[in-house]
């Protein structure tokens, strides 16, 4: 590895780098102003004293949203098959039903983090799974993958070696988010999507231009590849069934967006469900945007390459999106949009590095010694957060030794093996006051089963999974099964388990879970909860819903 990086030279020129300068400078000025306004509680450190209005809010799902995986990966998807994967980001009116659905009951709940929400709703034993089995997982997944990709990205921008890159951009947002907390992540991400909408939105406009305008792009491109521009592929494809983006992708994208903590803190922050909801739909729309602006630069690079390859040259398919802000951009705009990028890795970071804090400091220190001050806990926060830091760091070698590329499919697959049980869970909880807790815990424990058996047999498969011979048996068949048809299956299971466990067993206590499920809500809660919200909050709602199905009916 180490000798590519003596030869690579920074695609920026010095406009570019007093434009990132003044960049970096804004964002450390919007950390010290956060600090200089005292945390003064847990409420505050970790959820920004409830008090945020809906735009920061939207800006922040939004941001933690996007990282380098969209940045990286989604241009480098478009480049190399085109539009399949666009059905992950119409995930948008799932971001609805977090506003709609999932909000309210969580917010009259008062719980600061998922777990949390679990046992009120369920018991501790739900608690504990879910924030010890949260903990390992974002180290494992999202922290290392996102430094990962971070040391990748700002190797590529700033010419220099991979691992400066990676540690750098952990220890800037480690301190940020250590000091400041909640508000400094929240606060800096607004900064940070705003920042990279705009280069994003100027790369699609040149690009398009360079192409010779939309009717052309397509033209370039289904002649060489006339699959680029169908989103819908047969159910036997080995990569992309419909099925499996449609439905399995579905379970997924409600396990992220409406019951992880790493997304739903954002909403918790708000003061009330109104404010809340509102975020969410602003962050819905935002999430539209990715198609745009990463998706379809990916297509256009690939149109660029047939049209001129001695310009337009890309070697591998990650490499899409750097190109087009290396061959495209004008000076100065280039140290803006490289700012973008790095904010966007270190957005997702920061967000990361403070769901664990939280997790941590509420679900486990917090339940381990219930009568330490407000002070400590802070601090206790603080201090997960610079540990879970080093662990991330010390992972990444460890991924490379695995195989980096491969272990990032894991990764991306272990998602979809992660969500069904969950999903299961907080659906049924919230939907059917009937749920009890031992149903809950016993979907949950029966979900980590099926997930190390299928992760285990894939493993062990591998190098005839790869080599393409095929071996009898159920194991086998099990092993091969696509991820996405996977998630479909398990997530029946999961509801199948939870609601005949909750049948063959006695019904919970309804007093002590009201307002927490359908049908416990009182008379005032009803009342507050229709006057939760406009006709605009339900016009935008649907508005939305109608552009999803006018982009997944265009994509054919």
Same mark, same amino acid.
């Given at each position: 590895m180490?000798?590519?990086?003596?030869?690579?030279?920074s695609?920026?020129?010095?406009?570019?780098?007093?434009?990132? *300068?003044?960049?970096?400078l804004?964002? /450390?000025a919007?950390a010290?102003?956060?600090v200089l306004?005292?945390?003064?509680?847990?409420?505050d450190? &970790?959820?920004? %004293?409830?008090n945020?209005?809906?735009?920061?809010?939207?800006?922040s799902i939004f941001?933690s949203? /996007?990282?380098?995986?969209?940045?990286?990966g989604l241009?480098g998807? #478009?480049f190399?098959? %085109?539009?399949?994967?666009?059905?992950?980001?119409?995930?948008?009116?799932?971001?609805?039903?977090? #506003?709609? =659905?999932?909000?309210p009951?969580?917010?009259r709940?008062g719980?600061?983090?998922?777990?949390?929400?679990l046992?009120k709703?369920f !018991?501790?034993?739900?608690?504990?799974f879910?924030?010890l089995f949260?903990?390992?997982?974002?180290v494992?997944?999202?922290v290392?993958?996102t430094?990962y990709?971070? #040391?990748?990205v700002v190797s590529?921008? =700033?010419g220099?070696?991979?691992?400066?890159?990676a540690?750098g951009?952990?220890?800037?947002t480690?301190i940020?988010?250590?000091?400041?907390g909640m508000?400094?992540?929240?606060y800096?991400?607004?900064l940070?999507?705003i920042i990279?909408? &705009?280069g994003?939105?100027v790369i699609?406009?040149?690009?398009?231009?360079?192409?010779?305008?939309w009717?052309?792009?397509?033209?370039?491109?289904t002649?060489v590849?006339?699959?680029h521009?169908?989103m819908?592929?047969p159910?036997?494809?080995?990569?992309?069934?419909?099925?499996?983006l449609l439905? #399995?992708?579905?379970i997924?994208?409600i396990?992220?967006?409406?019951?992880?903590q790493?997304?739903?803190?954002?909403?918790? @922050?708000?003061?009330n469900?109104?404010? %809340?909801?509102?975020g969410a739909?602003? *962050?819905?729309?935002?999430?539209l945007?990715?198609?745009?602006?990463?998706?379809?630069?990916?297509?256009? @690079?690939f149109?660029?390459?047939?049209?001129n390859?001695?310009?337009?040259?890309v070697?591998?398919a990650?490499r899409?999106?750097p190109m087009?802000?290396?061959?495209?951009?004008?000076?100065?705009?280039?140290?803006?949009?490289?700012?973008g990028?790095?904010?966007?890795l270190m957005?997702s970071?920061?967000?990361?590095?403070?769901?664990?804090?939280?997790?941590f400091t509420?679900d486990?220190?917090?339940k =381990?010694h219930p009568?330490k001050? $407000?002070? +400590?806990l +802070?601090?206790?926060?603080k201090?997960?957060t610079?540990?879970i830091v080093?662990?991330?760091i010390?992972?990444i070698?460890?991924m490379?030794k695995?195989?980096? %590329?491969?272990?990032?499919q894991?990764?991306?697959n272990?998602?979809?093996?992660?969500a069904p049980?969950?999903t299961?869970?907080?659906?049924l909880?919230i939907?059917w006051?009937?749920?009890?807790?031992?149903?809950a815990i016993?979907?949950?424990?029966?979900?980590l089963?099926?997930l +190390?058996l299928r992760?285990?047999s894939? /493993?062990?498969?591998?190098?005839?999974?790869?080599s393409?011979?095929?071996? $009898?048996g159920?194991?086998?068949? &099990?092993?091969?099964?696509n991820?996405?048809?996977?998630?479909?299956f398990?997530?029946?299971f999961s +509801?199948?388990i939870?609601?005949?466990?909750?049948?063959?067993?006695?019904?919970?206590n309804?007093?002590?879970i009201?307002g927490?499920a359908?049908g416990?809500?009182?008379e005032e809660?009803k009342? @507050?909860?229709?006057?939760?919200?406009?006709?605009? !909050?339900v016009?935008?709602?649907?508005?939305?819903?109608?552009?999803?199905v006018?982009?997944?009916?265009?994509?054919?």
């Amino acid at each position: 590895m180490k000798h590519h990086f003596l030869v690579m030279q920074s695609v920026l020129e010095n406009l570019d780098w007093i434009v990132l *300068g003044i960049y970096f400078l804004a964002l /450390i000025a919007v950390a010290v102003w956060v600090v200089l306004q005292k945390n003064k509680d847990t409420e505050d450190y &970790f959820l920004a %004293g409830r008090n945020v209005g809906w735009f920061v809010i939207g800006a922040s799902i939004f941001a933690s949203n /996007i990282g380098s995986e969209h940045v990286v990966g989604l241009a480098g998807t #478009g480049f190399e098959s %085109g539009t399949p994967m666009a059905h992950y980001e119409l995930h948008a009116w799932i971001v609805l039903l977090l #506003g709609w =659905l999932f909000l309210p009951f969580y917010i009259r709940s008062g719980a600061f983090t998922m777990p949390e929400f679990l046992e009120k709703r369920f !018991d501790s034993r739900s608690r504990w799974f879910l924030s010890l089995f949260s903990l390992v997982a974002y180290v494992l997944t999202k922290v290392s993958v996102t430094i990962y990709a971070g #040391g990748i990205v700002v190797s590529e921008l =700033l010419g220099i070696p991979f691992w400066y890159g990676a540690i750098g951009i952990v220890i800037f947002t480690g301190i940020y988010t250590v000091v400041g907390g909640m508000k400094a992540v929240i606060y800096t991400e607004t900064l940070q999507t705003i920042i990279l909408i &705009f280069g994003s939105v100027v790369i699609t406009y040149l690009g398009l231009q360079e192409v010779g305008g939309w009717s052309q792009l397509r033209e370039t491109v289904t002649a060489v590849s006339p699959e680029h521009f169908n989103m819908w592929r047969p159910m036997n494809d080995p990569q992309f069934p419909w099925t499996g983006l449609l439905i #399995g992708g579905t379970i997924v994208g409600i396990w992220y967006w409406c019951t992880d903590q790493y997304i739903v803190q954002r909403t918790l @922050a708000a003061n009330n469900i109104k404010i %809340g909801r509102r975020g969410a739909i602003f *962050g819905a729309y935002l999430k539209l945007l990715p198609i745009l602006i990463f998706l379809v630069p990916g297509i256009i @690079a690939f149109a660029l390459s047939i049209q001129n390859p001695e310009v337009f040259s890309v070697e591998k398919a990650d490499r899409a999106f750097p190109m087009l802000v290396k061959t495209l951009l004008p000076v100065g705009l280039k140290g803006l949009v490289a700012g973008g990028l790095m904010a966007a890795l270190m957005s997702s970071l920061a967000s990361v590095f403070n769901s664990c804090s939280t997790i941590f400091t509420i679900d486990i220190y917090k339940k =381990l010694h219930p009568d330490k001050t $407000e002070k +400590v806990l +802070v601090n206790t926060g603080k201090i997960a957060t610079g540990f879970i830091v080093v662990l991330g760091i010390i992972w990444i070698p460890i991924m490379e030794k695995i195989g980096g %590329g491969v272990m990032y499919q894991y990764l991306q697959n272990v998602q979809s093996y992660i969500a069904p049980p969950v999903t299961a869970v907080f659906l049924l909880g919230i939907i059917w006051k009937r749920v009890n807790s031992t149903a809950a815990i016993t979907t949950l424990l029966t979900g980590l089963v099926l997930l +190390v058996l299928r992760l285990s047999s894939e /493993i062990y498969y591998q190098p005839q999974i790869l080599s393409g011979e095929t071996v $009898e048996g159920i194991a086998y068949a &099990f092993a091969t099964i696509n991820f996405a048809h996977m998630a479909i299956f398990m997530f029946i299971f999961s +509801v199948f388990i939870c609601i005949s466990v909750s049948l063959m067993t006695q019904a919970p206590n309804y007093e002590t879970i009201k307002g927490l499920a359908f049908g416990t809500l009182s008379e005032e809660q009803k009342v @507050a909860n229709k006057g939760s919200y406009d006709t605009i !909050d339900v016009v935008l709602s649907v508005l939305l819903v109608i552009i999803v199905v006018g982009v997944l009916a265009y994509f054919t």
